[in-house]
C-alpha cells in the first residue's frame, strides 16, 4: 500500500465507499434497460450498504488512525476544511440510511415514509462526491467522472419521476 498506509488506507475506503454508493443508485435506470440489472434489482439495498461501511472504515480510520481520538485537532481541522465538514455531513447522511435499511424498517415507517428518507440518498451521494472532488490535491478526472455519471442519474430520475 505505499510508504503511508494510513492516508492509502483512508483514500481506498472513501473512494470504494463512494463507488459502491454510486453504484447502489445506478441499477434503476439499468434496471429499465438491461434485464440483467433488471434481475439482480435486489442487490442494490446491500451494496448501498457496503457503501456505507466503507464510508465508516473511511471515518474511523480518519479519527483513530490519522487523529488518535485528538477531537481538540479534528475540529481545527474541520473548521480549516471545508471538504471534511462535507465529508461529515454527507456521513451523518448516510447513518439513517443504512440503519432503516432492512424490510422491519420499511414496515415500522411505511413505504412511503421509508422511500421518502432513502431519497437523502441523492443529496449524501452529492456531498460524497463534492468531498472527493474537494479533498483532491491534484487534478485528478476520477471525482469529476463521478459527478458526471451522478448528474446523468438525476436527468434519467427527473424524466422518469412518477
Known sequence: MGPDLVSNLRDFTGRYGAYL?????LFTPLSHRFKWAKRNLWMRRNIGVWGFIYAAAHLVIWIVLEFYFDWALMFDEIKGNLFILLGILAFSLLLPLALTSNNRAVKYLSFRKWQLLHSLTYVAISGVIAHHFMAQ????????????????VFIWRYRHAH
Open 21 to 25: 454508493l454510486l453504484i447502489s443508485l
Open 137 to 152: 490535491k491534484t487534478a485528478e478526472s476520477e471525482p469529476l467522472l463521478m459527478g458526471l455519471v451522478l448528474i446523468l
